[in-house]
């Protein structure tokens, strides 16, 4: 697997699986019905922020992708500390895509003199990402009781994830 | 006190005070440096979202703003969490200004059907604001340790607070 910076040629082969994901209204708190374009505009983020892809080595498929940026204003008093979301494509989901993805995300804040990273919103029934974090060295630093409505499972808690560098 | 609708003929009353709060880096992770049509886009919010400002009965002058909004996208499955923001003059403090601009905050997020209200940061060191939410019914649900680098008292922890309504 390749981990490579994301272009707009990239955006047909992330848009089904990303949309896949939206649609679902299980991990995310972006509308369910987002577009296309507006979804190209929150997820391809310009520079000094990234966004990359994980590519299968040998078909060149792309697998999932993440986004990383300062977690608030840059030139403000917590520009210190980074954040990042991730996509993995369900058909590929097991392979370590996600894994490898955020590797890469905590390799990129520590080399990019971020002090920590933060993941402001993660649904606490989304197990297999807390506890892929956790594996990482992230902490849960607190949960927002019933702050999203899962469709399957109604509301439930959103933990706010922390890793010191 | 009077609180209203904040319109754009507000904006040169509000800016003084917005810019020294801003930029004293205390308390918002804001660019200490930003320009004044840049926070006007950021302060000034449109519809569904809101800005108010609360005004002297006497003389008129505006003693404070707060912006309040959706948390999350509109649209998502986080809509039910609304969030916002307090600026007040600090030649004004110690009137309960404040105090009335949450108060307002919270009625108008009870009466749009929010389920709750979510601070996302809340600097440690603003302990007025903190003891002001708290006894509004806020509680800290988690502190992201060293979030803001306070230009005096260096790096402190930054609160996510929270109110169920």
Known sequence: MLIREATEADWPAVWPFFRRIVASGETYPYPLDLGEEEGRGWWLLPAPDRTV???????????????????????????????ASFMVDPDHSGRGVGRALC???????????????????????????????????????????????????????????????
């Open 103 to 165: 590797e890469y995300v905590i390799a990129w804040a520590r080399e990019s003199g971020f002090r920590a990273i933060q993941f402001n919103a993660v649904v606490e029934t989304n197990v297999r990402a807390v506890k892929l974090y956790e594996s990482l060295g992230f902490r849960i630093v607190g949960t927002v009781p019933e702050g999203f409505r899962h469709p399957a499972h109604g509301l439930v808690g959103v933990h706010m994830m922390h890793l010191a560098l």
């Open 53 to 83: 892809v994980a590519v299968d080595d040998e078909g060149g498929a792309v697998l999932g992708s993440a986004k990383m940026n300062c977690n608030m204003s840059r030139a403000g008093n917590a520009r210190h500390v980074a954040s």
